[in-house]
Every structure is written in structure tokens, then in C-alpha cells.
């Protein structure tokens, strides 16, 4: 019910073309019901609002198996640009955080929100093209 609640907003958002923008506290409660609301969803474990420099960064921590990580990465960046685009604040990159529950070392993915958009939410690039052009990742 709630990812269908979350689907209507965003919809409702994009066809009557009004600029619904919510504030930190909105996609706070956003991004929960959007992670509990799936069942393919990782486990959500954080999340932050912060800026370096001139980026403006929308960051969330996860917790997934290590067999999971790649439907965790995609899942974490999909929910960040879905939600970014609804923002007030003009998030410029996304951070997704993996924590494993081996405790093996997690990895920090990177990617600016401009670059995503072409693939999460216009669909104009494939996964492989946005891997290649504006995902980065590494380790803690």
C-alpha cells in the first residue's frame, strides 16, 4: 500500500506538470515508506543530507548480503534519484553505502543525480552505459 501511495505522488507529480517539492522531513518519511515498502528492498540502516564544496549530496546507508549488492546499488540509486526529483533542496550527487552482513568492508558508490537521471528515470541510457559514465565505487 505505501509503495503505491509513494507511486501515485511521483506520478501525480509528472502528469500535471506541477512542481511538488517537499522538504527534508517529507523525504525523510519517503524514503522509509519506499524501502519498507517493497520486498526486494535492502534493509535501510541511515541516511544523509549534507553539502562539500558545490555538491549537495543525498547519501543512504544499506545493508544487504554480498549476493545482493548489485540489486541493492541499483535499488539505492533508484530510490535517491526518484526522490531527489520531488526535493526542494537540488541534490547534485548521490551516495549508497553497502554494509555487508558478513561484516565484510563496505563500499561507497558515487554518482552525480544529473548523469542517473538519463538512466532511472528518463531511460535514455542502459545500466552499462550509466556503470561506465557515472557510477564510481570503492571501499571504506
Same mark, same amino acid.
Given at each position: 500500500? /505505501?509503495?503505491?501511495?509513494?507511486?501515485?505522488?511521483?506520478?501525480?507529480?509528472?502528469?500535471?506538470?506541477? *512542481?511538488?517539492?517537499?522538504?527534508?522531513?517529507?523525504?525523510?518519511?519517503?524514503?522509509?515508506?519506499?524501502?519498507? @515498502?517493497?520486498?526486494?528492498?535492502?534493509?535501510?540502516?541511515?541516511?544523509?543530507?549534507?553539502?562539500?564544496?558545490? /555538491?549537495?549530496?543525498?547519501?543512504?546507508?544499506?545493508?544487504? #548480503?554480498?549476493? @545482493?549488492? #548489485?540489486?541493492?546499488?541499483?535499488?539505492?540509486?533508484?530510490?535517491? @534519484?526518484?526522490?531527489? #526529483?520531488?526535493?526542494?533542496? /537540488?541534490?547534485?550527487?548521490?551516495?549508497?553505502?553497502?554494509?555487508?552482513?558478513?561484516?565484510?568492508?563496505?563500499?561507497?558508490?558515487?554518482?552525480?543525480?544529473? %548523469? @542517473?537521471?538519463?538512466?532511472?528515470?528518463?531511460?535514455?541510457?542502459?545500466?552499462?552505459?550509466?556503470?561506465? *559514465? %557515472?557510477?564510481?565505487?570503492? *571501499?571504506?
Amino acid at each position: 500500500m /505505501k509503495i503505491f501511495l509513494i507511486t501515485l505522488l511521483l506520478l501525480l507529480q509528472f502528469s500535471i506538470g506541477e *512542481n511538488l517539492n517537499y522538504g527534508d522531513k517529507q523525504i525523510v518519511l519517503l524514503l522509509k515508506n519506499y524501502f519498507q @515498502s517493497s520486498l526486494d528492498a535492502p534493509k535501510i540502516i541511515g541516511h544523509r543530507f549534507y553539502k562539500i564544496e558545490e /555538491k549537495i549530496i543525498f547519501q543512504i546507508e544499506i545493508k544487504t #548480503n554480498i549476493e @545482493s549488492a #548489485n540489486k541493492a546499488l541499483l535499488f539505492g540509486f533508484k530510490a535517491i @534519484s526518484n526522490l531527489s #526529483n520531488v526535493a526542494k533542496k /537540488k541534490f547534485t550527487h548521490a551516495i549508497v553505502v553497502i554494509h555487508f552482513e558478513n561484516e565484510a568492508l563496505p563500499i561507497i558508490a558515487e554518482s552525480n543525480l544529473n %548523469c @542517473s537521471e538519463s538512466f532511472f528515470i528518463n531511460e535514455i541510457e542502459n545500466e552499462q552505459q550509466w556503470r561506465k *559514465n %557515472c557510477l564510481t565505487i570503492r *571501499n571504506y
